[in-house]
């Protein structure tokens, strides 16, 4: 921990803030007595390890994966969740008021605490190859194809959320400008390219990783590997609305399935709470691990903060909402496991379990960012929108498998028709992505209009994350509103 700790302090103490949003010289002056410098930072192979670590850790930050680019923001703007409208930080966020000021704040905290991780990845890559000769070829080489698949990856959310989706049906967005798409580590403005432009780069960059990338990832679902490079490249074709593409890389995904094996009913029956795989970990493509999570999740998912005071920040479902998720009133759910194991019901509230953090536990402080189960959604996806009959058939195969290994016993009939199916796999998604801030990636991809449980209907008003004041102001960013 303390390790992981330091090495953050010491890449921040040299990284450049996200352009524009910041004075390079007041960010280069600050050197706490603990920094070590850049320059003798990247004179060893180990000191080139501690920075990816460092980006690692930058990744885990509650502005990104530790809360507000899974279970915070992204999720509350998912329409995920019930809260106290009254109370709740995140409650402005459901109905879109992106100019109120603590949604603001946390819109723009992701982008700029997004950049901080892309010009940490860049200056890691500018010092491969200026100072690269102290680093053994195969750590090289893997160290290149992380910084570049993390590259990809960054950026890929960023532009899910502040550019445009339903490219399929509107090809013309590729031609907007969105996000800055940064490749060198500098304290000049990154101009923004087209939102095709971005995803060239995202394609470049991932193609030459995987020249880079090693196979053997079976102990590196905390890093960006193999698995999360074919996982990334199969959602950038899905947001293009190219079906073929993203069926090659999930049927590529499914021969090292044995990698990833499914949540086992015994991981999650045990009577000890600790010892309860709540996030499916076994069947991670690409995780993170949080150190004290349980700083960053108790504050919107547990009952109470304090004896006897309910939080007034909880993030909830009512027995009801939780049982027509689950289509518990119809027989199918109740012993779904994300139904039986993920939730925990006070009065008329059920708290999210799959994120709960337990003393000792030996699967706590992981969060998913990409899980076996979207492979099979995929599949199921690509194969009802652009296959035969036989082939939507094989789709419905696809989606049995995952109910079947989430212990709902019914399986779907494989003549359902073609907007039967498209319902059964929003459906799933719903159920599996909770707390891991997809749903709204989902909506955003496919162009829908209204979104369960919302009254809003969703517009690019409403799919488009404003850019930051302060980039339109000193940036000169085209504005995306």
Same mark, same amino acid.
């Given at each position: ?19 524009? &949003? ?7 002056? /600050?050197? *706490?007595?603990?920094?070590?410098? =850049? ?15 460092? /980006? ?28 106290? !409208? ?30 901080? /991780? ?27 194809? =992380? ?37 060198? $580590?500098?304290?000049?403005?990154? *101009? ?13 960059? &991932? ?43 999930? =049927? ?20 000890? *709470? ?8 076994? =069947? ?27 939080? *007034? ?28 194991? &993920?939730?925990? !019901? ?10 709960? !953090?337990?003393?000792?536990?030996? $699967? ?5 960012? %990409? ?61 599996? %992505? ?17 979104? +369960? ?10 799919? /488009?994350?404003?850019? +930051? ?13």
């Amino acid at each position: 921990m303390n390790k992981k700790i330091n090495t953050c302090r010491l890449i921040i103490g040299f990284c450049l803030l996200s352009f524009g &949003l910041s004075s390079c010289s007041e960010w280069l002056d /600050v050197k *706490p007595k603990s920094e070590i410098k =850049e320059d003798e930072l990247f004179k060893t192979e180990q000191g080139f390890k501690d920075a990816m670590t460092g /980006v690692y850790v930058l990744m885990t930050e509650a502005q990104l994966y530790g809360r507000e680019m899974t279970f915070g923001l992204v999720e509350a703007i998912g329409q995920q969740y019930e809260m106290d !409208q009254a109370t709740n930080d995140y409650y402005d966020a459901t109905q879109f008021r992106y100019e109120v000021e603590k949604v603001t704040a946390k819109v723009d905290g992701i982008w700029s605490s997004a950049y901080k /991780v892309v010009a940490n990845i860049n200056n890691i890559l500018e010092n491969l190859e200026t100072n690269g000769s102290c680093v053994t070829p195969p750590v090289y080489a893997q160290l290149k194809a =992380e910084c570049l698949g993390l590259r990809a990856f960054i950026h890929f959310d960023l532009l899910r959320l502040f550019g445009w989706g339903n490219l399929k049906e509107r090809p013309d967005m590729l031609n907007r400008l969105c996000i800055p798409y940064a490749f060198q $580590y500098t304290k000049e403005i990154v *101009p923004q390219v087209t939102v095709g432009t971005a995803l060239e780069y995202m394609e470049k960059d &991932l193609t030459e990783a995987e020249k880079l990338i090693s196979r053997d990832v079976a102990t590196s679902r905390f890093s960006f590997n193999y698995y999360a490079l074919l996982a990334t490249r199969m959602r950038i074709a899905m947001w293009k609305g190219d079906y073929s593409v993203a069926r090659k890389y999930a =049927e590529n995904l499914l021969n090292y399935e044995t990698d990833f094996a499914w949540v086992s009913r015994n991981a999650l029956e045990t009577s000890y *709470p600790e010892n309860r795989d709540l996030t499916f970990s076994s =069947e991670y493509l690409f995780g993170l691990s949080i150190e004290q999570y349980k700083d960053i999740t108790d504050s919107n998912l547990e009952f109470k903060l304090v004896e006897n005071q309910d939080n *007034p920040q909880m993030f909830f479902h009512t027995a009801e909402i939780a049982a027509q998720l689950f289509e518990v009133e119809e027989n199918i759910g109740s012993g779904d496991y994300r139904y039986k194991w &993920l939730y925990a !019901q006070g009065g008329d509230r059920f708290a999210f379990l799959k994120l709960k !953090q337990y003393e000792k536990s030996i $699967y706590g402080n992981r969060v998913p960012l %990409m899980k076996k189960a979207e492979i099979y959604y995929t599949l199921a996806e690509c194969l009802n929108e652009s296959g035969n009959e036989s082939e939507r058939q094989a789709g419905v195969g696809y989606l049995n498998t995952v109910r079947s290994k989430r212990n709902i016993p019914q399986a779907l009939d494989v003549n359902i028709s073609k907007d039967e199916l498209r319902e059964e796999i929003q459906k799933e998604w719903r159920k599996e %992505m909770l707390l891991e801030g997809q749903m709204f990636y989902y909506y955003k991809r496919r162009g829908v209009s209204s979104i +369960p449980r919302c009254n809003i209907t969703m517009t690019d008003q409403t799919y /488009v994350l404003p850019l +930051p004041q302060a980039e339109l102001e000193f940036g000169g960013r085209e504005n995306n509103k």
